[in-house]
Nanobody
C-alpha cells in the first residue's frame, strides 16, 4: 500500500508562506484524487484541497485563493503552496486520497502561524 511522508511545515508569521510536500512510497498515478487534510487541536480533520489525475482542483472556502495544490506523478509527490497564512491555518497537515482518505495516514507536518 502507498505510504506518504509529509514535510515542509514550520513556524511562520501571519501573512507568510510555506510549501508542503507529500512524498509517496508508491505510485500515485492510479489514484484519481489526492488531497491535503488538516487537523487543528480539538477539531476534526478537514479536507482543504483536492487535485485529480487530470489536474482539476478544488478547495475549501477557508483556503480558496490562498492555497494551491499540485501533483507530480513522475515523482509521486503532491504539493501544497500556502500563501497569506493566518493563525487559523495552524494545524497538522496530512495528504491522502480524496475525498476519503483510504491510504495509510502519515505523521503529518505541523504548521504554526503566529499572530
Amino acid at each position: 500500500q502507498v505510504q506518504q511522508v509529509e514535510s515542509g511545515g514550520g513556524l511562520v508569521q501571519t501573512g507568510g508562506s510555506l510549501r508542503l510536500s507529500c512524498a509517496a512510497s508508491g505510485s500515485i498515478r492510479s489514484i484519481n484524487a489526492m488531497g491535503w487534510y488538516r487537523q487543528a487541536p480539538g477539531k476534526q480533520r478537514e479536507l482543504v484541497a483536492v487535485i485529480t489525475t487530470g489536474g482539476n482542483t478544488n478547495y475549501a472556502d477557508s483556503v480558496k485563493g490562498r492555497f494551491t495544490i499540485s501533483r507530480d506523478n513522475a515523482k509521486n509527490t503532491v504539493y501544497l503552496q500556502m500563501n497569506s497564512l493566518k493563525p487559523e491555518d495552524t494545524a497538522v497537515y496530512y495528504c491522502n486520497a480524496a475525498p476519503v482518505g483510504y491510504l495509510y495516514w502519515g505523521q503529518g507536518t505541523q504548521v504554526t502561524v503566529s499572530s
